[in-house]
């Protein structure tokens, strides 16, 4: 994906119509687009909210870096109002649920927080990438303010040329696996860093560096 402005994955199991409406929604002839329908992994050994989604959408660095400041404002509209499109077909009461398996072993909730059929995924520089996770009862209105502030995060970081969010950035941003994560609060009505490990991992961790989270 790292040759790509944007890339739209899904399991192969999964009707390509919607997919096929996002890529023409975003077309645009100096635009790269890698459309890729993947096998169904089976069992996961991994932390829950690292996990690929059933869908998701990748920003790669170089849609801001490079396509963007030749195509214009005019295509980051048409991506907004396209991941809006896609993201009320798998985000909402009526859509359907995932259930995770994992190897042996593994602990997950039976009923995820978060969405596991649908996220959107951004390059902020090689090896590290911010997750944008949504759950999966949320409204419309919800969807788009959460991929509204997510798209208005990737503008700022840009923009500002800053470095990726690993060591400066919001307080709270954990690095995990080449990923940090945020989720729309509605209660705050704002973007939110996700710390994918449990609380006891990270306090053990802190008693193996020598201190701990708690006061």
Not at 1 to 28: N, R, T
Not at 63 to 72: N, S, V
Not at 180 to 208: C, G, M, T, W, Y
């Amino acid at each position: 994906m790292q040759a790509a402005h944007l890339g739209l994955i899904y399991l192969d199991e999964m009707s390509v119509e919607p997919f096929d409406e996002f890529s023409k929604a975003v077309k645009h002839p100096a635009l790269e687009l890698k459309q890729i329908a993947r096998p169904n992994p089976g069992p996961y050994a991994a932390l829950e909210w690292l996990i690929p989604t059933a869908v998701f959408i990748y920003i790669g660095k170089s849609y801001f870096d490079g396509f963007l400041k030749e195509a214009g404002k005019d295509h980051y509209l048409l991506l907004k109002k396209g991941i809006h499109s896609l993201t009320s077909n798998f985000i909402g009461p009526s859509a359907a649920r995932v259930k995770l398996i994992f190897l042996k072993g593994k602990t997950a909730s039976q009923i995820p927080k978060y969405s596991m059929l649908f996220s959107v995924v951004a390059e902020l520089r090689p090896g590290l990438s911010l997750k944008l996770l949504l759950e999966p009862t949320f409204t419309p209105e919800q969807c788009n303010k959460a991929v509204e502030l997510f798209m208005e995060l990737l503008t700022s970081i840009h923009d500002s040329n800053l470095e990726a969010i690993s060591g400066g950035g919001p307080d709270e941003a954990k690095p995990v696996g080449g990923f940090l994560l945020v989720a729309f609060n509605p209660l705050s009505d704002d973007l939110e860093v996700v710390d994918p490990l449990p609380k006891h991992v990270r306090d053990a961790q802190a008693i193996r560096k020598g201190g701990s989270d708690e006061p």
